[in-house]
Each structure stands twice: as C-alpha cells, then as structure tokens.
C-alpha cells in the first residue's frame, strides 16, 4: 500500500465548484473502499463520501446528497471528489481514505489509509 495524496483545495465562492483528487500509490484503489471525509475547526471528522472498489455503489452524508459526486480511477489509482453548489459549512479540511473492506462506509475507524487532507473554504 501506498501513500495517499490529496489536492485541489482552495477558496471558492458560495454556490461555486471544486473538485478534490486523491492520488495513491501502488494499488490502494484498487481493491479497497474509498471515502472523503471532512473536519473544521472544532468538530468531529465527520463522513462525506464513500464508494465501493468497482465503483459501483455510492453513499453519501445528507449534508452533501445531490451537490457532490465521488467518483475512482483504479488504472490510475486516483480517488475524486467533485464539490458543487458549494456551501459556507462545507468549509473543513477534506481528507481521502482507502477502506479494509470492498462495500461503501461511514465509519472512519473502517478505512486505514489516510492522506494529509486538502483546505476547502466557501467564502459567504
């Protein structure tokens, strides 16, 4: 297993778009649960996303149902997450993790991969 990377935070306007990617080497995606998660100062890491290892089933927080997408490349061993319609309480520091199992999950003790995490803030 390698090491997970994640990039494309930033400032972005409320309502605006960003897309986060997760980059992991050896084959991490490939063959394990991937999820996003988020923490702002003060609060619990709390979940955003998750998909299965084919990519063929998807959960996500009530929070973010309908604005964000999570999507996986497992040729290219990347992990996406496509933030849209973006709100001031997205704001957080979004991390990527890679599952033990192969279904979606919530719980963070359930993933044992995790990258640095990427600074998403949504200007009001």
């Known amino acids: 297993q390698g090491q997970l990377v994640e990039s494309g935070g930033g400032l972005v306007q409320d309502g605006g778009s960003l897309r986060l990617s997760c980059a992991a080497e050896?084959?991490?995606?490939?063959?394990?649960?991937g999820g996003w998660f988020r923490q702002a100062p003060g609060r619990e890491r709390e979940f955003v996303a998750s998909?299965?290892?084919?990519?063929?089933?998807?959960l996500y927080a009530d929070s973010v149902k309908g604005r964000f997408t999570i999507s996986r490349d497992n040729a290219k061993s990347k992990l996406y997450l496509q933030m849209n319609s973006v709100k001031p309480e997205d704001t957080a520091v979004y991390s990527c993790?890679?599952?033990?199992?192969?279904?979606?999950?919530?719980?963070?003790?359930?993933?044992?991969?995790w990258g640095q995490g990427t600074q998403v803030t949504v200007s009001s």
């Open positions: 050896g084959r991490t995606f490939s063959t394990n649960t």
């Open positions: 993790a890679a599952g033990r199992g192969v279904d979606v999950e919530t719980m963070p003790t359930r993933y044992d991969y």
């Open positions: 998909i299965s290892w084919l990519g063929t089933s998807t």
